[in-house]
């Protein structure tokens, strides 16, 4: 029976049965897996860690985007970093009012194997006319934007070992504070606090100089093995994350969409840390 | 190196045998090393035997080759990497990154990115400094301790360059753990070609009792104990008693508390059997009152192991004939340190005639160098 065990950490490992595998990488830098789970559905794994499954992409996606969105009430001009599996492009795509969406990826073929494997991710999204598709190093794109191109910035990166490292640089976030207007805001992907409590204390560390208010809101995404993730916010305005629950239930009523995960209730309450992580930022 | 030093030679071969070396160099020429996975297979399940309750990590560094890799992974062997071209290895062979353990004491940051990558996440470190340099994943890492345990018997001393004292462990263990660190346990590594069980057995003696001591006081007990490599191969083949040397190495790793986890590094012992090497001579001269025989490969190639390694490889010639005659067998460059063997009785040999090296898997293919342009001997598979 073939089965895949996680690498990230040395002590404990989840495990995953592969019931059918459909993609396997055959270049010696990287090692990328796309295989079937009969309870997780397509599951895409890199470098031994799980990116994401076809069962619990929601929860991940929906937070990541409508949390920022939805805070932000506003938002014409977004920008992903990273995000190739184009989930992330098909929640932002549910928000009408967003006019131009730019996702910068570095990896031309995650989107290729994601159209082909991972359809039910983008469900479409690449196609939207709204669409601008670079394909760069993320660095690079945030270096040469012009100042205050954005309402919303969703930094959707690998691990922080390999070409995602620079996505959680000094350098990076202060990039990014530069192109989103004054009133924008940037989420980030932060990891899961309970195995990696270094990575909110060096987010802090690192985005916190560059925005008025920095922050994290969390969700569980099972197969982000550990309880809670967290996801990074950076913004210059206190008020966007202290909005109460009617006033997003109204925004979210407006655009017009269903979720999954995602409610006002849930929206406010993810701002509440766990004590642990309180104490690791302060 | 020695040339002169003493060094088993079998001379003749059977009808099968000799049919078997000429058909080799028939088919992929010469110089070869022909890497037997029959031999690999008996020499695990010959280590297995001899250390019941030992997970074996192959030291990829001995011979880094793909067959090799695969032969021993179809078995359950896990792997010790020491750079990221052998965590390469693996990943083209799809073997997770769960069944390495990482053994290089010294390594830079990028390294360690490295090896995360390709999915190893248990270290060894033997200082402070270099345990700082894996901070920034600290919870994610375990780490195991060096500890040194000098080896009067090895070959090759492992204990000289690397190792905290005995006497540090326990200020080092302790340290890591404050620091957030998961220190799983020690290991050692008392020199390859270690012909004389003393050494790894006061070695386990010694780390069993530091366990003890630093569990008394750790806020995580140490529990792993890695006993590292060295363990010989009979190159002087006379009939060295291998249940004999296991034996009190294996008593000692009883003695120890039952919780541990056991873990070994053998490198030269699995694969040094495993692997022969077949060259021709291509040609000949008399200098002196001794017949001088140049082969296709040497010490700059598949011999280097004499240099770096100290190691006498036996000899075989397919020829029996009589009168022998002093004779000299030295490599294809043109440098004069490239001498495989002085001092030898041999039969008249001629050109194309096969010179074959036995136990030539440990440091061979590995430490050889590209010297004159000269290629290296081809690695070919048989069952
Ligand atoms: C750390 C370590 N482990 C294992 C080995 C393998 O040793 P051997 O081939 O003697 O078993 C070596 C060899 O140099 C080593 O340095």
Known sequence: ?282 | MNPQAKRPVRYGATPEEAAFYRDLVARHGSPLLVVSREALRRQYQSLQHQLPGVSLYYAIKAFPHPAVVETLAELGCHFDVASEGELELLRALRISGRKTIHTHPVKKVDQIKAALRGGSTTFVVDNLDELKKLTPWRHRVGVLLRVAFRSPSAAVDLSRKFGCLPEQAKALALEGQAAGFQVRGLSFHVGSQSTDPATHVAAIEACGRLIGEINREARHPLATLDIGGGFPVDYAQAGFDFDAYFAPIREALAALTDDLHLIAEPGRYLVAPAVRAVSTVIGKARRGDRQWYYLDDGIYGSYSGQLFDHAVYPLQVLRDDRPRHPAVLAGPTCDSIDVIAEGLELPELEEGDLVIGHLMGAYTAATSTRFNSLNAAKVVVVE
């Open chain 1, 1 to 282: 029976m073939k089965v895949f065990e996680e690498t990230l950490y040395d002590s404990v490992s989840q495990c995953f049965r592969i019931d059918k595998l459909y993609y396997e990488s055959k270049t010696e830098h990287q090692h990328l897996m796309i295989f079937h789970n009969a309870f997780l559905g397509r599951v895409m794994t890199l470098d031994g860690i799980v990116q994401t499954t076809e069962r619990d992409e929601f929860i991940y996606h929906e937070m990541m985007a409508h949390v920022p969105l939805l805070a932000h009430g506003g938002a014409r001009d977004v920008l992903i970093i990273g995000g190739g599996d184009g989930a992330m492009l098909r929640e932002v795509c549910r928000h009408p009012a967003v006019e131009r969406i730019v996702m910068v990826e570095i990896d031309r073929q995650v989107i290729d194997l994601a159209k082909e494997y991972l359809p039910n991710h983008s469900a479409g999204a690449f196609e939207d006319p709204r669409l601008e598709l670079v394909i760069s190093d993320g660095m690079a794109f945030v270096k040469e934007c012009e100042a205050d191109r954005f309402d919303v910035i969703i930094s959707d990166s690998t691990d922080p070992i390999g070409p995602g490292e620079v996505l959680f640089s000094d350098d990076f976030y202060r990039e990014c504070r530069r192109i989103l207007r004054p009133d924008g805001v940037m989420t980030t992907q932060n990891g899961v606090p309970f195995f990696q409590l270094d990575e909110v204390r060096d987010t802090r560390e690192r985005m916190g100089r560059h925005f008025r208010d920095q922050t994290f809101y969390a969700a569980a995404v099972p197969t982000y093995h550990g309880g809670i993730m967290t996801f990074g916010w950076g913004s210059d305005d206190p008020a966007l994350r202290q909005l109460p629950v009617e006033t997003l239930a109204g925004r979210l009523a407006e655009a017009g969409f269903t979720t999954r995960y995602y409610t006002p209730e849930i929206h406010v309450a993810s701002f509440a840390l766990p004590r642990y992580v309180l104490d690791a930022i302060q």
